[in-house]
């Protein structure tokens, strides 16, 4: 028997963390409820249902769930008392269906990555023009930005 776990983030920005989500392949339903064990819920900003089949994919090959899954469930994010979102959803369950923690540490830098162009966009590189070098394995556009002056 498992039941849902909340778990605070520093991730703040709906908007930004709906893109993130959607740039790894993700399909993002706003609003809803995340749902556990016995009809426990848990209202969330942002829900992905998860069925069966891979979470994520890794330059364009799916990666393999650990045991096979009957059923879907659900993840997401529900705004806390500080501002920043919690992670909602029945981990244990996830986990076991695939590489939850691989999704995350995607996610995040893939966030941060959005974070950063955006922060950036509106300080002293506004005129910067930006290039995304991708690097590394994971093929979802992640790699070094570099800034270049525009003419």
Do not use: C, N
Not at 78 to 95: E, F, N, T, Y
Not at 116 to 135: E, I, P, W, Y
């Amino acid at each position: 028997m498992s039941h849902l776990s909340i778990l605070p983030t520093r991730l703040r920005d709906v908007d930004l963390l709906a893109e993130a989500l959607t740039d790894l392949g993700q399909q993002v339903h706003r609003g809803g409820a995340v749902e556990g064990f016995a009809g426990e819920r848990v209202p969330v900003l942002l829900r992905l249902d998860l069925a069966p089949g891979p979470l994520l994919a890794t330059q364009g090959k799916p990666i393999a769930r650990k045991t096979p899954q009957s059923s879907s469930f659900s993840l997401g994010w529900a705004r806390q008392l500080d501002g920043s979102l919690a992670l909602v959803g029945d981990l244990g369950r996830i986990a076991a269906a695939g590489p939850l923690q691989e999704l995350l540490s995607q996610l995040s830098r893939r966030y941060a990555l959005l974070q950063a162009l955006r922060d950036a966009a509106g300080s002293a590189f506004a005129g910067a023009q930006v290039t995304l070098a991708a690097s590394g394995s994971t093929g979802f556009g992640e790699g070094r930005a570099q800034s270049q002056p525009r003419s």
